[in-house]
């Protein structure tokens, strides 16, 4: 059992510890992906070592921002949650440190560390997986005027700079094309073929922003067809009955990846289609199809012009993003530093500020002498020491 009082006597400072896209592939990434009934249920426990954080966990990244007397406390911490092994941390990780923290995090709110420039989503996930850190009772107040800060520095952004405008996705530059077809001709039935990454995300966003369609999906593997079907109460047709799903349609979505085309004019003649997208690589739609005067077809790249015109646009606009997060990171700089005048008996959490980092001090205590779950497992207290193999642990 952990002692389930303070630690005295040594500071904790405020760490960012993470993997994201710039070191790993989706393959590798999906690792240290943590659902949030498993951050709820990791919300609910406590150690001396680490008591006030926040965990972030999306497609792209996965963070800890919180106080510890020492990283590798997170960092094992974030083994634990894994099951990555040692050497995975260590070559996967980054280690961000008091301010630089806190800038790292007001930069990924900018979306300037996003896997595509000015990603917008990046701060309502930020802002849901701060609400659930501080119903379970693990926030305090600096990671809640942290958060503020990144809010803030996200509606700047968005306020004064074309940053996060326009689409940068194949799949979210289809699913608008396809609104305002919808809007503009009435057309209501589509037809998504294929449920890799591609046909997965257009999908999704097809849910988000066209509500009145009326959306049937054909894919290879059946199981997956049906897991997704059901999920989302969607008509669902096996692969060899894509002629018959296609008849059905007006507007159909080519997210497949075979080699050979898979819709011919032959398929498509007499029925109500459209509009067709072919976001294949090669092309899985049929020349002949492409000639066909009655039906307009848009392949990825068509689709990709309207994409990189877009994020030509948002790159343009990175120096006056990254000016717009020093000078908030700035301004939380300058409350940080008022804060610690004005408080004569700051919270345990806030002692960082005034204390020096455990692991510089000349003296080689440790949060081993206050039941720490790290105390046989890292630095032993000392400055010079390597980060030692760790056994898995809960906190």
């Known amino acids: 059992m952990f002692n389930p009082g303070p630690i005295h006597g040594f500071a904790k400072k405020f760490y960012a510890v993470g993997v994201n896209f710039h070191k790993t592939d989706t393959q590798h990434r999906s690792k240290y992906s943590i659902t949030t009934a498993q951050i709820s249920e990791t919300y609910n426990q406590a150690s001396p070592c680490l008591e006030h954080y926040l965990i972030l966990s999306t497609c792209n990244r996965t963070e800890i921002y919180g106080f ?65 850190s501080k119903k379970l009772g693990r926030s305090n107040g600096y990671i809640e005027k942290a958060v503020n800060q990144a809010i803030l520095v996200s509606k700047t952004i968005k306020n004064s700079t074309a940053f996060s405008d326009g689409t940068v996705s194949v799949s979210y530059a289809v699913v608008q094309q396809v609104k305002k077809i919808m809007e503009r001709e009435s057309l209501r039935k589509i037809c998504v073929v294929g449920l890799g990454k591609m046909g997965h995300n257009t999908l999704k966003y097809l849910l988000q922003h ?44 080519i997210a497949t990846g075979v080699a050979e085309p898979i819709l011919h004019l032959n398929h498509v003649k007499g029925t109500p289609v459209k509009y067709i997208f072919d976001l294949a690589m090669p092309r899985n739609v049929g020349a002949d199809v492409y000639g066909c ?45 008022r804060r610690k005048s004005r408080t004569t008996a700051p919270a345990a959490y806030e002692q960082f500020i005034t204390q ?40």
Request: aromatic share 6%.
């Open 68 to 132: 510890a007397p020492c990283e590798y406390v997170i960092l094992s911490f974030l083994k634990s949650l894994s099951g990555a092994t040692h050497e995975e941390i260590v070559a996967n990780t980054y280690i961000k440190e008091g301010d630089e923290a806190i800038k790292h995090l007001l930069t990924v709110a900018s979306g300037l560390d996003s896997q595509i420039p000015g990603d917008y989503e990046i701060i309502g996930q930020i802002r849901k997986a701060f609400q659930l």
């Open 356 to 395: 020096p980092h455990v692991i510089t001090r000349s003296t080689h205590s440790h949060p081993r002498q206050f039941a720490c779950f790290m105390a046989d497992q890292c630095c032993d207290g000392k400055p010079d020491a390597a980060w030692l193999p760790m056994q898995a642990h809960s906190a």
């Open 293 to 337: 005067e009655d039906i307009t077809v848009y392949d990825v790249d068509q689709i990709s012009t309207t994409v990189n015109d877009t994020l030509g646009k948002r790159l343009s606009e990175i120096p006056k993003v990254k000016a717009i997060v020093q000078s908030k990171a700035q301004e939380f700089f300058d409350w940080q530093e």
């Open 210 to 253: 066209t509500p009145d369609a009326t959306i049937s999906l054909v894919n290879r593997d059946e199981k997956k067809l049906e897991e997704i079907a059901s999920t989302n109460q969607l008509r669902a047709l096996p692969f060899t009955s894509l002629i018959e799903a296609v008849a059905d349609s007006e507007i159909v979505i």
